[in-house]
């Protein structure tokens, strides 16, 4: 449930409040025009018709640089809203409006120096699990590793036909995984000791397994974080690894193993690919689209060339895997 809050130009006030009758919302109000000419309007809307409303109110208020639009989470209303299912909701909609995915998922591709420290820290607590055979350890760097948030995004502009987020996300996603690879090539080049740990040596294999462990983590990425259960994204980054693998392929690397570094690579290559393929399959089956039909229509290009680049690579990976473990 959501409040959207108007503020705009006292002309639109007709507009909005035959908008909230219209579409039965659960309630709405506004305050007295102001001495600018502007007021607010405040709608209370369910989750399965609000991105429907805020599309609406947008077409209404057009770019007028006199109105904003706030989006607002509620947590409870009293009374409770009628409960009883409608026949008509929109099924596969997401709960979240595509302006709140956005603010989320821009959040977490800014290239700043706490995204790189962060990628620095759990790279070294990665390459401390890995090295001493330490699970825990292992699964914190999963944790508290920023990597999910560039594949995310990369799903999610080429959702929205967004060029400028789709290189965005790119150039994070390069950034982070050059820096992970760059720290771990250094500890395993110093590092006096074997690199046999068990749990390094899982990560230079790759089976089926772990190729639709990495679809199921994309998809439920999306899932968690179109329904605003962002606490799942936890688990979804433990499960997805994207950090230990890229970590292992530096270790690797750094101790001259380069058979083993082949492993890791592929890997983490298909843990990429599958993670991005199934977070934009995830991302249409959520009914997540540009609002306006030309920009629906942008979109419909850049999704279909997404799709076939993912599922060609993933196809490309998983020939190259079968390859590699005949000569294993």
């Known amino acids: 449930m959501r409040i959207i809050e108007i503020v705009t130009d006292c002309g639109h006030v007709d507009t909005l409040h035959g908008l909230a009758e219209h579409h039965e919302l659960l309630d709405f109000w506004s305050t007295a025009c ?6 607010s309007i405040r709608l209370l809307v369910q989750p399965e018709n609000q991105q429907q409303i805020v599309d609406a109110i947008q077409s209404i208020i057009g770019s007028s640089e006199n109105s904003r639009v706030v989006i607002m989470p509620v947590e409870a209303t009293i009374p409770r809203p009628d409960t009883e299912e409608n026949a008509d909701k929109e099924k596969g909609s997401t709960t979240r409006t595509r302006e709140e995915l956005y603010q989320t998922i821009v959040g977490g591709i800014q290239l700043d120096s706490t995204f790189i420290w962060m990628v620095v820290l759990s790279t070294i607590v990665a ?12 699964i914190g760097a999963m944790v508290i590793a920023p990597l999910l948030g560039p594949n995310l995004a990369l799903a999610f502009a080429s959702a929205l036909g967004e060029s400028a987020l789709i290189w965005q996300s790119l150039k994070t996603n390069i950034v982070g995984l050059s820096i992970a690879l760059v720290v771990s090539f250094l ?14 040596m899982l990560r230079t294999n790759v089976g089926y397994d772990g190729v639709i462990l990495a679809l199921v983590a994309g998809a439920a990425a999306v899932l968690s974080l179109a329904s605003g259960l962002s606490n799942s994204l936890v688990g979804v980054m433990v499960a997805v690894a994207l950090l230990p693998p890229a970590a292992t392929l530096g270790l690797m690397l750094g101790a001259g193993k380069f058979d ?4 890791a690579s592929l890997l983490l290559a298909i843990n990429i690919v599958s993670v991005n393929l199934s977070a934009k399959l995830a991302f249409i089956a959520k009914g997540v689209k540009p609002r306006t039909w030309i920009e629906q229509n942008k979109a419909t290009q850049s999704r279909w060339v997404s799709i076939v680049f993912w599922l060609v690579s993933l196809g490309l990976l998983l020939i190259f895997m079968q390859l590699w473990h005949k000569v294993l």
């Open 34 to 39: 102001e001495h600018e000419g502007r007021c």
């Open 127 to 138: 390459s401390i699990g890995l090295l001493a055979d330490n699970v825990a350890v292992v």
């Open 187 to 200: 500890i395993g080049y110093f590092w006096p000791f074997s690199l046999t740990s068990q749990e390094i």
């Open 260 to 263: 083993l570094a082949i492993g």
